[in-house]
């Protein structure tokens, strides 16, 4: 009888804890502030399992927005080839080259950490291909349209944002939370909500839930319209969300006949709502309305 040999399994490797992070911090003189969004995740289990639901490979580049004291920067480095971290504080910013260096020497060169602000941000080191980031809850939907808008390269990803946020992002037509982030995500990719964080993980503890939102790109649809166009008509009709299109886009259009004609031309009913629309009815719109 052969005996069977069974392959050992390699145990994860070790990540910055609740102490870990806290010393850091007390090293740093850095007290985490709402201004700037600081949450740092103190648990190891959730960084396996952000980076896990991430589906992120060793040939690709990381972008990760806010590294903060590097406990998600870890998470990545091990599964990616290189991370590119975006981090506004310069005191962290400053000091998470040596983190990696004393947690992961080996992997010191694959990180870049730029300096700069997310929402700012038009160039890197090099071309990302997934983000992967635990976004400050204030500034997460517009940092995820001017990333997807301003780096193309990026195919996918998986951001940690306020759990309602994350709702919003993934919302579908017709549901309560469908809105302006709902749509003009919809024009980059397909998002999804792929879990939620509690909020005994991170340091300082946040009073709400985190939700995970993951997201697919896709190309824009086809148009002749611009996207500054076709956002525009959906500001306008979330902009007062009881109104009827009819009335929400009569600003835009320049009189509520003319929003009539513009919604008529698109196949699009006149006294629907704007929350029952997808993108593809608000691209018809813009291209109706620039085909005047």
């Known amino acids: 009888m052969t005996e069977s040999v069974s392959t050992p399994v390699p145990r994860p490797r070790p990540l910055l804890g609740a102490s870990d992070i806290r010393a ?41 927005v806010g ?28 000091r998470l080259p040596q983190t990696v260096g004393d947690w992961r020497p080996e992997e010191a060169g694959n990180l870049h950490v730029v300096l700069a602000d997310a929402m700012r941000v038009t160039e890197l080191p090099a071309q990302p291909t997934a983000l992967v980031a635990n976004l400050p809850y204030n500034v997460a939907v517009p940092v995820v349209l001017h990333l997807l808008e301003h780096f193309p390269s990026l195919r996918h990803g998986l951001v940690m944002v306020q759990d309602e946020v994350a709702d919003r992002l993934a919302a579908k037509p017709g549901s309560k939370t469908y809105g302006v982030p709902s749509v003009k995500a919809a024009w980059y990719g397909t998002m999804r909500k792929a879990g939620v964080i509690g909020m005994n993980v991170f340091w300082p503890a946040p009073k709400i839930a985190s939700g995970l939102v993951g997201l697919e790109r896709h190309e824009p649809p086809a148009t ?69």
């Not at 850095?30 to 490979?57: E, H, M």
């Not at 406990?71 to 910013?93: M, W």
């Open 24 to 64: 850091l911090a007390e090293e740093l003189g850095v007290r985490p502030t709402k201004t700037l969004g600081q949450n740092f995740v103190i648990d190891g289990n959730t960084i396996r399992r952000i980076v896990a639901a991430a589906s992120v490979d060793k040939e690709e580049t990381v972008l990760e």
């Open 67 to 94: 590294p903060g004291l590097g406990s998600l920067t870890l998470g990545l480095l091990d599964a990616a080839r290189e991370v590119v971290a975006v981090e506004i504080d310069p005191v962290l910013a400053g």
């Open 224 to 292: 002749t319209a611009t996207r500054q166009e076709v956002f525009a008509v959906i500001d306008a009709a979330f902009a007062q969300r009881r109104k009827t299109l009819r009335a929400a886009l009569a600003g835009w259009a320049g009189s509520p006949a003319e929003a009539e004609r513009a919604l008529r031309a698109a196949g699009v009913d006149p006294s629907a709502r704007g929350e029952v629309l997808d993108i593809h009815a608000y691209t018809r719109i813009a291209e109706a309305r620039s085909a005047v």
